[in-house]
């Protein structure tokens, strides 16, 4: 059973590790598009836009509600890492180790 337990949270790690590569490309991406350095009309990078915003907004979206802009920057992306690396690397070993104490009894 420590065999699945374990599994389930190198999933769940590695899936915020996604998440946080997600955001970066996607704000890089985004400052990109806004200095014309690439074009939204070529079909692959408005693919990779669409995709990289459906993945990141629900993760984004909470923050950029509290979140205020400074200076038309939008900083809820870097607000956004330092919580999913928090989660990541406090809240999950804090978790796995608590399951894995509890069937230990």
């Given at each position: 059973?420590?065999?699945?337990?374990?599994?389930?949270?190198?999933?769940?790690?590695?899936?915020?590790?996604?998440?946080?590569?997600?955001?970066?490309?996607?704000?890089?991406?985004?400052?990109?598009?806004?200095?014309?350095?690439?074009?939204?009309?070529?079909?692959?990078?408005?693919?990779?836009?669409?995709?990289?915003?459906?993945?990141?907004?629900?993760?984004?979206?909470?923050?950029?509600?509290?979140?205020?802009?400074?200076?038309?920057?939008?900083?809820?992306?870097i607000i956004a890492i330092l919580v999913l690396t928090g989660i990541q690397r406090y809240l999950l070993p804090a978790a796995h180790n608590g399951l894995l104490?509890?069937?230990?009894?």
């Open positions: 059973m420590g065999a699945i337990i374990n599994f389930i949270f190198f999933i769940v790690g590695a899936l915020i590790s996604l998440l946080i590569w997600a955001i970066i490309i996607n704000a890089i991406l985004s400052w990109l598009v806004a200095f014309s350095v690439i074009n939204v009309r070529n079909p692959f990078v408005y693919n990779v836009t669409r995709f990289l915003d459906a993945v990141t907004d629900p993760v984004l979206r909470p923050f950029r509600r509290f979140v205020p802009t400074l200076g038309g920057v939008d900083i809820s992306p104490s509890l069937l230990a009894y």
